[in-house]
């Protein structure tokens, strides 16, 4: 039996109908651009969230470089600022902040949950951090409690970077999205809520930065031949609009099957040379990745690869030691290091059968180092 890490083909031939369906919608529409789908789907994600607004464009990097820009715009930040973002992350959580001229301070990771230590957070604040960028990681959310306690001590900034936790909700049932002043989402095909190519999406609550997130998408425009700011080309299309909004439909269930995997991995993984990850039960973790830890990290992938299973490693090269960022190489980062050494991401989607769930199980019993 091979256990794909994620089969993009099956996951999206479940919406062969209504994608078909969308995609000649689009077409005798003749609208590519900013038009009714990606209306449409922005009331629905904002609404899914909780948000009084959702803005598409074209990734989760340009949603996160948007959110800082408009922000500079409204003079709530200003370049050479610093902002407070996880070293275990994707690299675009951190390139987003230099796209704008803000300079990112690198927090440890928490090694249970793999989101931000609130201790390492508290030490690396200086006057001039404006911002925290919270990474809900792997899909369960970063303790909103006390990120807001912290954000508002020192009157700063929230922003999420949601791109791993669509639909995830906090113990009071405050949804990824909708827990900072701000949040950067992305559909990037594999993501739970996944497009059929690039997408990402703003979502906030503050119609200032909602008004300033759609000029800067469209060259800063305020209609169509007049720009009043420095813009840039960032919009969600109308194709993808259009998907998404089919999507959205079974992102609930689709992440509720995600969570019957992981409980099934949680009780029957049992092999003591693993590390299984930790999560609260009041919180509502979409499973975006399900990421053990352990110290035979590469001999456990290639064992589980000669029994057909694809497993990965979110992030083997963490940020501050990539070849880009190689004037940070020295930053003294342990447990990111640690993470990186250690993680391995099991195969997890809505679409892996019972069959698959046991081979992965009894795979990962049956290594010995
Ligand atoms: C945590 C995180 N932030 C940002 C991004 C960037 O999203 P995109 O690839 O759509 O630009 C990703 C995507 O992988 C991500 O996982």
Same mark, same amino acid.
């Given at each position: ?13 479940? $919406?062969?109908?209504?994608? /078909? ?10 609208? !590519? ?5 990606? =209306? ?10 909780? =948000? ?18 408009? !922000?500079?715009?409204? @003079? ?19 390139? %987003?902040?230099?796209?704008? @001229? ?10 249970? =949950? ?23 990681? &792997? ?19 929230? +922003?999420?970077?949601?791109? /791993?936790?669509?639909? #995830?909700? *906090? $113990? ?10 701000? #949040?950067?989402?992305?559909? &990037? ?13 703003? =979502? ?25 700011? $420095?813009?840039? *080309? ?10 998404? %909004? ?24 049992? *092999? ?5 990850? &930790? ?30 299973? %694809?497993?990965?490693?979110? &992030?083997? +090269? ?32 809505? +679409? ?18």
């Amino acid at each position: 039996m091979t256990v794909p890490f994620i089969d993009l083909q099956q996951i999206n031939s479940r $919406f062969e109908t209504s994608l /078909q369906k969308g995609w000649s919608d689009v077409m005798f529409s003749g609208r !590519y651009i900013l038009g009714d789908q990606l =209306t449409k789907f922005e009331l629905e994600f904002a609404s899914y969230c909780g =948000t009084s607004s959702a803005i598409g464009v074209g990734s989760g990097l340009d949603a996160l470089s948007l959110i800082f820009e408009s !922000y500079i715009h409204l @003079g709530r930040l200003k370049p050479g600022d610093k902002i407070l973002v996880p070293a275990h992350t994707y690299i675009a959580s951190v390139m %987003s902040i230099l796209n704008c @001229g803000l300079f990112p301070v690198l927090v440890e990771p928490d090694l249970k =949950t793999f989101n931000l230590d609130f201790n390492d957070l508290a030490s690396k604040y200086s006057h001039d951090v404006k911002a925290v960028l919270a990474v809900h990681m &792997y899909g369960q959310l970063v303790d909103s409690e006390r990120l807001m306690s912290f954000c508002n001590k020192y009157d700063l900034l929230c +922003i999420e970077d949601a791109a /791993q936790a669509h639909g #995830a909700k *906090n $113990f009071s049932a405050v949804k990824a999205g909708h827990i900072g002043s701000a #949040a950067a989402f992305s559909f &990037y095909p594999t993501k739970n809520l996944g497009a059929l190519g690039d997408g990402g999406a703003v =979502t906030t609550d503050d119609q200032d930065l909602e008004e300033l997130v759609r000029q800067l998408r469209d060259y800063g425009r305020i209609s169509r031949s007049e720009s009043v700011i $420095f813009g840039v *080309n960032s919009r969600l299309d109308e194709i993808q609009a259009c998907f998404l %909004s089919a999507k959205l439909k079974s992102l609930d269930t689709d992440n509720e099957k995600r969570r019957i995997i992981a409980c099934r991995y949680l009780e029957e993984i049992e *092999n003591p040379i693993v590390e299984l990850p &930790y999560f609260s039960k009041q919180l509502d973790h979409v499973w975006h990745i399900f990421a053990i830890r352990s110290n035979f990290q590469k001999d456990i992938i290639h064992h589980l690869d000669k029994k057909g299973i %694809s497993a990965m490693v979110h &992030y083997p +090269i963490p940020i501050h030691r990539q070849k880009v960022f190689s004037p940070w190489a020295d930053l003294n980062l342990p447990v990111t290091d640690q993470i990186s050494r250690t993680e391995i991401s099991l195969p997890i989607s809505p +679409i892996m059968t019972s069959a698959q769930v046991d081979h992965v199980i009894s795979a990962v019993n049956s290594f010995t180092p």
